[in-house]
């Protein structure tokens, strides 16, 4: 089945200095990757799409100069964390989709990132 | 994309069948009903989907009403390793702008 390999899979970084995570589909072309983050004992909220070869879009309340995105091929979504403070400690989660059998999508999803700032 | 509910919490006894049941009363025709699951700690892992008909697969089954307002996931045979969140979503099919909005899932507890 369709892989989805994110990394790294846990960082501590320093509060103002920046991260970056990497999400990598394995054995399909993504035209589309999504972003999420989860925060202890909640559910998974959606921060942004991304699109290959054009600009993220961004779900409301999250800020595209904090989070950036970047789709620069068809395997490889990034997602830079800048200027981190505590607040942005959280569990990040990226996900590709594909068009499978049947005319619709399928979605998979990376293991996730635990982003600490101290 | 229609608006999912789902109990926050369900136990299970181990070797029992879980059966996890979510509501979707304003799913549109195009939508289809996505079932994902997350242990702790780790990405949403693909279980099953379905549009209208049941659907199974090695993992579960889908069970959909007739008027699509609601589903029902089964786990024939719980395990303790299917302790985790279970997630019920309504979601376009097709297009472009097709994503997943993740609702808050049911806690489902297997126990020994």
């Known amino acids: 089945g369709a892989v989805v390999s994110q990394h790294p899979s846990w960082v501590i970084c320093k509060s103002g200095t920046s991260v970056k995570i990497e999400c990598r589909s394995l054995d399909f072309q993504a035209t589309t990757m999504f972003w999420y983050r989860q925060f202890p004992k909640q559910s998974l909220m959606l921060m942004a799409t991304?699109?290959?070869?054009?600009?993220?879009?961004?779900e409301q309340g999250v800020e595209k100069d904090k989070f950036l995105i970047n789709h620069a091929s068809l395997t490889l979504s990034t997602l830079t964390v800048t200027s981190a403070h505590p607040e942005d400690s959280s569990f990040y989660i990226c996900?590709?989709?594909?068009?499978?059998?049947?005319?619709?999508?399928?979605?998979?999803f990376g293991s996730g990132t635990r982003l600490t700032v101290v | 994309d229609a608006k999912t509910t789902q109990p926050p919490s369900m136990d299970c006894a181990e070797g029992r069948a879980a059966n996890l049941p979510c509501n979707h009363s304003t799913i549109s025709g195009n939508e289809y009903v996505y079932w994902y699951r997350q242990i702790h700690s780790q990405g949403p892992q693909y279980i099953i989907h379905?549009?209208?008909n049941n659907e199974t697969n090695e993992m579960a089954s889908l069970i959909i009403t007739e008027d699509r307002k609601s589903s029902t996931l089964i786990l024939p045979h719980a395990t303790l390793r299917d302790t985790a969140v279970y997630y019920c979503i309504a979601a376009n099919y097709g297009g472009a702008t097709n994503k997943l909005i993740f609702g808050t899932g049911t806690l489902l507890a297997v126990q020994p």
């Open positions: 996900s590709a989709r594909e068009l499978g059998w049947g005319g619709n999508y399928g979605y998979t």
């Open positions: 379905g549009l209208k």
């Open positions: 991304s699109n290959e070869g054009s600009k993220a879009t961004y």
